[in-house]
């Protein structure tokens, strides 16, 4: 098993290829810590973005 340590910024800007806000660095640490999230942002701010980047 490969346990590499990876950046959270440097994943999401090789999945959709711009850095990610704060709040989505955060919500997918959360994410992949499998704690309970609820993320509230503008509209346009990419949140779906930020959930859907892990099962990329």
Do not use: C, V, W
């Amino acid at each position: 098993m490969n346990n590499r340590i990876f950046s959270i910024p440097h994943l999401f800007y090789t999945l959709t290829t711009h850095q990610p806000y704060n709040f989505q660095t955060q919500t997918i640490d959360r994410i992949l810590k499998r704690q309970d999230t609820l993320l509230r942002a503008p509209t346009g701010s990419g949140k779906t973005e930020t959930a859907i980047a892990k099962l990329r």
